[in-house]
T-cell receptor, first 113, second 118 residues
Framework: NAGVTQTPKFQVLKTGQSMTLQCAQDMNHNSMYWYRQDPGMGLRLIYYSASEGTTDKGEVPNGYNVSRLNKREFSLRLESAAPSQTSVYFC????????????FGEGSRLTVL | AQTVTQSQPEMSVQEAETVTLSCTYDTSESDYYLFWYKQPPSRQMILVIRQEAYKQQNATENRFSVNFQKAAKSFSLKISDSQLGDAAMYFCAYRGSPSGGGADGLTFGKGTHLIIQP
């Protein structure tokens, strides 16, 4: 089982460049999430999507946009990357009726120079 | 806003021994969920154990158990018979009641790095 798949796993950008992180899950989950992980900060929620067609801001949404393309896919876009967005990004999904029980992807390490 | 505090940045334990990781949280809600997630060097986060606040009985999953003290807002993880494969970052996480409104998703602590000494 693939579970939650993120691409790319590594990316280096220059300040001002744009990019999209892709995420897909094959578990038929309704809810999907994007987190970022910084050293000494734990994971912080960027955006989430409770169902296809809906998205909501999390704790740290500034500088990001998301798209819930369909039930499987939830992408995260950086329109104009900044060094402060250097981080490891995790996508996760959750099945209905299981609050907090997240299935995570392997993460995408993004460096903005 | 809810906060989750893990006061031990790093813990070390001998293989086969028992170790307890601490977590405290702050909330005004009465109904919520608590979790421990493990992040091994491969980076992928894995759910270890969950606890519903309305349940008085502490959750147990094989060698992993919790000590949930609701009044003290404390949620510690005990790992018995530690194994080399337990070496990882451990994150405590909080989720409010789905019926209570507010953002979906988890609030995480900053993590505890667990080292297993052979």
């Amino acid at each position: 089982n693939a579970g939650v798949t993120q691409t790319p796993k590594f990316q280096v950008l220059k300040t001002g460049q744009s990019m999209t992180l892709q995420c897909a899950q094959d578990m038929n989950h309704n809810s999907m999430y994007w987190y970022r992980q910084d050293p000494g900060m734990g994971l912080r929620l960027i955006y989430y999507s409770a169902s296809e067609g809906t998205t909501d801001k999390g704790e740290v949404p500034n500088g990001y946009n998301v798209s819930r393309l369909n039930k499987r896919e939830f992408s995260l876009r950086l329109e104009s990357a900044a060094p402060s967005q250097t981080s490891v990004y995790f996508c996760a999904s959750r099945r209905q009726g299981a609050p907090g029980e997240l299935f995570f992807g392997e993460g995408s390490r993004l460096t903005v120079l | 806003a809810q906060t989750v505090t893990q006061s031990q940045p790093e813990m070390s334990v001998q293989e086969a021994e028992t170790v307890t990781l601490s977590c405290t949280y702050d909330t005004s809600e009465s109904d919520y969920y608590l979790f421990w997630y493990k992040q091994p060097p491969s980076r992928q986060m894995i759910l270890v154990i969950r606890q519903e606040a309305y349940k008085q009985q502490n959750a147990t999953e094989n060698r992993f158990s919790v000590n949930f003290q609701k009044a003290a807002k404390s949620f510690s993880l005990k790992i018995s018979d530690s194994q080399l494969g337990d070496a990882a970052m451990y994150f405590c996480a909080y989720r409010g009641s789905p019926s209570g409104g507010g953002a979906d998703g988890l609030t995480f602590g900053k993590g505890t790095h667990l080292i297993i000494q052979p």
